[in-house]
């Protein structure tokens, strides 16, 4: 069966890895995605079992299943978040729709009433790809996110097949929850029914580390395969993550030299530079090249005169609290690990030993800018840290113990570290620890009670960041479901006024622009939608009923946070 699990898992992978890498070969022939792309990226998946691909019809047609299930899902849940209305989601159904980002830097599809243009074309693309050769298929813009569901389905059967092959886990319960708390981390949690592409650094650590343990303990080419993919992947989607892939592949270079394996050591770095080259010709000509070519500078708009400060201003202010942006590096990252979820600029800061409403309900939120771990990580990390030192000696040890300070000083390489957002890997270091403990017993037979306490909390954590993320998704759904269907029962289609390109596409079911109407007047007929993450939506009172208002007064706090 872990067998059979690692197939699956690499197939779906290596599905989403080519859906990326044939619309990048395309586009450099001038061609751009078709409804082919997609069956034709999972054929190209399916020869990773080479000679032996008539052996696996079983685990072929699991994945086909997967996939379209996760299609259907992601297309009955709407994209709540503001950047996944913004820009994620129009530039999936540009690249759908023929756009071709090597010979046109500048989409032609998406109208810059939108707002949107800047990021959607000087920005990776990665996981917009993929999501475009789904659209190709469907039709339906929402169903891109399948994307999310079966990165995760992939994950978590790749956990499921390390830790009973790789690691002593004998317990099928212990490798189901390990697997399944590794793969549904807070960020991919949070992020499941939308296009925020964050999770995507926390599922390329993830990948990278399984991949370097095995190629560690027994190289083959397969394995390189997956590597050149995993950073092919991270790096045609972030930036920053092309950087974190280099991090960790660095170390690891450094532990290959210290155990004299060079051959090893060679192969590694070769595959990763070859990946590293492959993806920025292939799968980021844009935006890289295409930004030097028109502005002299490859990562535009970052670093331009007029652009670059109020860019880097945006990104501050969603990233960190002001009570932090100037505080001391240790500091922030303390604050960010420690304190319960909040977001906002304006955000005051809430000591760790409080809970309140607002930290329960940004625990399901993309945009917590501390504690983006959950509301129990904070504990949980302080548990997990007492397990270990009650923990016995084990070779283990080491190893551990230098996974977790390498994980714990990436929060200071690069800025806004204290964000989870862009550090989403540091979930690693609590489970890290209680795995640690499965494999060296305990000096004291108490210990066990905290380590099934911290199954309970993290369980807990996973669990409310999903309910309540998948709660707002449900909630949008409902929301724009029933405005739109209002709208289109109207003769005039002018009932409403919005720059929100998702909403546009929805009432009119295609890429039409429509003018936008900015602080309205307290006697504008024009009211605006309730509980809108994205730009506001502002329909004609006189003619569209309001939904009605919750006269319970939880349901009403609930639902206006």
Partial sequence: MPQTFRHIAVLLYATLFYTVFLSGLSWLVGGTITLFHLPLSFLFGCLFFGKETGRHVREIASALIIIIV??????????????????????????????????ESHNPIIADVHTANLWIDHYCKGIETMAATIVAVTGNVESGKAVNLIMLTATFLLLCDFLSSDFPLKSKRKILFYAFVLALSPIVACELFTFYIDWVTYYSVVWLFIILYRLNRKPNHRLLYLLFMTIFIGGSTKLNITFWMGYFVFFFLIFLWVKKKRALMKQVFLTAMLSVVSMLFIACFNPFITNFKDHH????????????????????SGCQPRYIVNEPRVKQVFIGLTARPNGGYRSAYIPPYKITATNIMKSGAMTANVGGGGLFFVDILLLSIILLLLCRNHPARKPVLLTTAILFLAQFVLPYGSCYRYVPFVYLIPLLFMLYSELAGFRWRGARYIRRGLYVLVLLNITLDTAIATGFGIRHTYIIRTYVEKIRQQPKAATFKTTNWSFIHKVYGGNVEDTTI?????????????HQKGDSIWVDATKITPLPSFKNPLLKKVMEL
């Fill in 518 to 530: 900015t602080n309205p007047s307290k006697a504008s007929r024009f009211v605006p939608i309730p």
């Fill in 297 to 316: 500078n490859p990562i535009y708009p970052f670093g331009d005169k007029q652009l670059g400060a109020p860019v880097t201003s945006a990104i501050i």
């Fill in 70 to 103: 996760s299609i259907g899902l992601s297309a009955l849940i709407y994209d709540y978040s503001a950047d996944g209305q913004w820009y994620h989601m129009p530039a999936a159904y540009a690249l759908s729709h023929g756009w071709n980002p090597v010979y």
